[in-house]
T-cell receptor
Framework: GENVEQHPSTLSVQEGDSAVIKCTYS??????FPWYKQELGKRPQLIID?????GEKKDQRIAVTLNKTAKHFSLHITETQPEDSAVYFC??????????????FGQGTTLQVKP | KAGVTQTPRYLIKTRGQQVTLSCSPI?????VSWYQQTPGQGLQFLFE???????NKGNFPGRFSGRQFSNSRSEMNVSTLELGDSALYLC????????????FGPGTRLTVL
């Protein structure tokens, strides 16, 4: 069935360093890949997303890369700051007719940025 | 625009009872998806509604049901509550309704005693 594997489960970096979180999906029909950030006690917030017709997308310090052949995508955060500390979730979806509103999530990565 | 809202924010019930949770999507959004979040299972898809119709359903027992009203507000109901139903229930709304760009509400924390 549909599955998204996310690694690592925890990640600790020094402020200013880069952080990379990797996800692998099982269904080759997946074509939409969002990343969410969830701070403690808060709702998941969409931070960046990528569609399968694009290999890379950047938004300031955040970038996502997608390798459709290998069925994996990654989140890259550069120049990390303490406020980046949170749980990050990757997700995959098959958009289009018959596949609606369903995101398959990875298990999450707890990122700790040490000052 | 106001974000997605959910009520109530916290709920305590006992086994065997039933519960109804409410979700108001972002104005203009017609798709509402529901998710269950637990420490052990993570975020799992429950179902999705669009224009008052359930279009997609996850792998949850029939005790979990939902509906959507003409103003796009959605409710989910869990009957015969079990201890394992304790979780954060999140709804998300989308304007496209095809699984993209979902915005989450703050969630309802359900505790079953």
């Amino acid at each position: 069935g549909e599955n998204v594997e996310q690694h690592p489960s925890t990640l600790s970096v020094q402020e200013g360093d880069s952080a990379v979180i990797k996800c692998t999906y099982s269904d080759s029909a997946s074509n939409y890949f969002p990343w969410y950030k969830q701070e403690l006690g808060k709702r998941p917030q969409l931070i960046i997303d990528i569609r399968s017709n694009v290999g890379e997308k950047k938004d300031q310090r955040i970038a996502v890369t997608l390798n459709k052949t290998a069925k994996h995508f990654s989140l890259h955060i550069t120049e990390t700051q303490p406020e980046d500390s949170a749980v990050y979730f990757c997700a995959a979806s098959i958009t289009g007719s018959g596949n609606t509103g369903k995101l398959i999530f990875g298990q999450g990565t707890t990122l700790q940025v040490k000052p | 625009k106001a974000g997605v809202t959910q009520t109530p924010r916290y709920l305590i019930k006992t086994r065997g009872q039933q519960v109804t949770l409410s979700c108001s999507p972002i104005s203009g959004h017609r798709s509402v998806s529901w998710y269950q979040q637990t420490p052990g299972q993570g975020l799992q898809f429950l179902f999705e509604y669009f224009s008052e119709t359930q279009r997609n359903k996850g792998n949850f027992p029939g005790r979990f049901s939902g509906r959507q009203f003409s103003n796009s507000r959605s409710e989910m109901n869990v009957s015969t509550l079990e201890l394992g139903d304790s979780a954060l229930y999140l709804c998300a709304s989308s304007s496209t309704g095809d699984g993209r760009t979902q915005y989450f509400g703050p969630g309802t924390r359900l505790t079953v005693l």
